[in-house]
């Protein structure tokens, strides 16, 4: 079974910059990891991702291109999320989630980590 933990996150004014951390354990075949986001009563939505073979690959969400960057850092099961020019609309909770490339964005068989708040005001 894989396992996702996550860690980062917190309060941060308009303009600021917060950074996730995701480490994922055991069995990670050819996946994809990366982090969702749900705010209150919205609909949960694919933020970044990254391809863990090949860390080269990374797709983003429209709302956050240029401003979140994911990246895999040297123990290659962990992916990092830097945020910057944080918006108030990006206060949300924030899952890391691992799965098939073809069905990352969908979420329909990702595995999921705990959350963790992203606050932005």
């Known amino acids: 079974d894989v396992q996702l933990v996550e860690s980062g996150g917190g309060s941060v004014q308009t303009g600021g910059s917060l950074r996730l951390s995701c480490a994922a354990s055991?069995?990670?075949?050819?996946?994809?990891l990366g982090w969702f986001r749900q705010a209150p009563n919205k609909e949960r939505e694919g933020v970044a991702v990254?391809?863990?073979?090949?860390?080269?690959?990374?797709y983003y969400a429209n709302s956050v291109k240029g401003r979140f960057t994911i990246s895999q850092d040297s123990a290659k099961n962990t992916v990092n999320l830097q945020m910057n020019s944080l918006k108030p609309e990006d206060s949300a909770m924030y899952y890391c989630?691992?799965?098939?490339?073809?069905?990352?964005?969908?979420?329909?068989?990702?595995?999921w980590g705990q959350g963790t708040q992203v606050t932005v005001s």
């Open positions: 989630a691992i799965g098939r490339c073809g069905s990352w964005w969908s979420g329909s068989d990702n595995v």
């Open positions: 055991g069995s990670t075949p050819i996946s994809c």
């Open positions: 990254l391809v863990l073979s090949d860390g080269s690959k990374t």
